[in-house]
């Protein structure tokens, strides 16, 4: 029990469980969406957002055959030397048959709070810029290197004055960074604060 490891542990008080049961996709999957006309697009980062487009686009998320989708834990305890397990907890953890990779129910409200604020300039936008944030969301998925160039683009945002030019060699940014030059200030840095949160929520 001198490990230091667990002497961490009792320092930053983390709580500590043991995975029991797994819950696995018995074969592969594949999520289809598509939007149409006067259709619309939900997008989740711990909430939904909804808004409409009017132009036709698919998207398609594979789910691979031995993919944990979720899992059922035991707490485990270590105190006065020693180590337990908590197999009796309260009854409001025997009530969640599984936890799944997210926040808790707890926090959700404030969450989506957060959610709400930070992207709060989506609602107010025309369904072709719409259209072009989500292919190139939808691009930066599929490419870290296009993820960190887009974040630190928009990340410098705000540091720069009225003449800063939002430029990129890569093809799948360039439609919206020309889009974003174009735009009046004032909503360039809500798009850029809102485009910031939707990636951080991906990286």
């Given at each position: ?89 309260a009854e409001s953890v025997r009530k969640m048959a599984y936890v799944a990779d997210g926040p808790s129910t ?69 439609d919206l960074c020309s889009t974003l030059q174009h735009s009046p200030r004032d909503h360039l840095l809500q ?13």
């Amino acid at each position: 029990m001198d490990h230091s490891f667990i002497r961490q542990l009792q320092r930053t008080n983390i709580h500590l469980y043991v995975v029991t049961e797994i819950l696995e996709a018995s074969e592969e999957a594949v999520y289809k969406e598509s939007t149409k006309a006067d259709g619309g697009f939900k997008a989740k980062f711990y909430a939904t957002l909804c808004t409409q487009s009017n132009r036709e686009d698919k998207q398609s998320i594979v789910i691979p055959k031995g993919c944990t989708l979720a899992f059922r834990t035991i707490p485990l305890h270590i105190r006065d030397g020693a180590w337990d397990l908590d197999y009796f907890p309260a009854e409001s953890v025997r009530k969640m048959a599984y936890v799944a990779d997210g926040p808790s129910t707890g926090k959700l409200q404030e969450v989506m709070t957060e959610v709400q604020y930070s992207c709060r300039i989506f609602p107010e936008l025309s369904p072709d810029l719409l259209l072009i944030i989500l292919n190139t969301v939808k691009a930066v998925m599929r490419d870290k290197n296009l993820l960190q160039e887009l974040r630190q683009k928009m990340e410098e945002v705000p540091e720069q004055d009225d003449g800063y030019q939002l430029e990129t060699e890569s093809p799948d940014l360039k439609d919206l960074c020309s889009t974003l030059q174009h735009s009046p200030r004032d909503h360039l840095l809500q798009l850029a604060e809102g485009i910031t949160y939707v990636l951080d929520a991906l990286h």
